[in-house]
């Protein structure tokens, strides 16, 4: 009841963002778990990776050869929507990057690489961090690398759900990569809630919030704030946001 319940939440609202859930496509990778939609499986977090790849392709769409960062891409479900949808559009994107803990990345790597053989990867350690001249178009590296990113090399940068999660320390270092290598856009989805942890020596750790998460002022204007579309049951204790800010155009 659960499942069918959020499937049939993520479903509806995926109408609402003008796609029908029997255009929806996921490869039959790793068991995954949903429901049956013709010949496919169709998870629930599939719906809602494919809702917010329709904002983030209606924005690269506007983009000659588009290049994208994801930071936390988990096991490269939003990835393949993104690719997959402005493809079908017409306008592919150059090259898509995800900076992710390394553990993650094995599982990105296997899933990306099985649902998409016909892409150039590069894995970390086969090549330097590049946009733009770069011979793959995908690039699956560790979150540190990040730092190796040229100046102003990223169309739109996305993060989903990690970085209020995050020690503040951590995702303040992100948002000065953002504010160094978006040359357009930034769009995050996080939560409101304050936590803070005691690490094994004593101190204390806390995180940023949602509505901290904002890139340089002086560069970046906010073109939306709004109520996060999806959100788990569980999850209502967590109100979060959907944010996009625009870098002004020199």
């Avoid at 204007?221 to 002004?248: C, I, M, N, Q, W």
Wanted: charged residues 20%.
């Amino acid at each position: 009841m659960y499942v069918r319940t959020l499937w049939c939440d993520y479903r509806d609202k995926l109408a609402e963002s003008g796609l029908a859930v029997t255009a929806v496509r996921h490869p039959l990778i790793g068991n995954p778990a949903g429901a049956m939609v013709g010949d496919q499986v169709i998870p629930a977090e599939t719906l809602r990776h494919t809702s917010t790849g329709l904002a983030i392709r209606d924005l690269l769409t506007r983009v000659p050869d588009a290049v994208m960062v994801e930071i936390g891409g988990g096991f490269g479900g939003q990835a393949f929507q993104v690719l997959s949808l402005c493809r079908d559009a017409g306008a592919p994107v150059r090259q898509y990057l995800d900076f992710d803990i390394p553990e993650v990345l094995f599982v990105a790597s296997y899933f990306l690489m099985t649902a998409l053989p016909a892409e150039r990867f590069r894995l970390y350690g086969e090549g330097d961090v590049v946009t733009g001249g770069g011979d793959y178009t995908i690039g699956l590296f560790p979150h540190y690398a990040i730092a190796e990113l040229p100046a102003s090399s990223a169309d739109l940068v996305f993060n989903s759900n990690s970085f209020s999660e995050m020690d503040e320390s951590s995702s303040r270092a992100y948002l000065a990569a953002i504010d160094r290598v978006s040359r357009r856009y930034f769009m995050h989805i996080n939560h409101e809630v304050r936590l803070q942890f005691q690490q094994p020596d004593g101190t204390l750790s806390r995180n940023a919030i949602g509505s901290e998460l904002v890139p340089d002022p002086a560069s970046f204007t906010r073109v939306y704030k709004k109520p996060r579309f999806h959100g788990r049951p569980e999850d209502s204790v967590y109100p979060a946001f959907e944010y996009l800010y625009e870098r002004a155009l020199p």
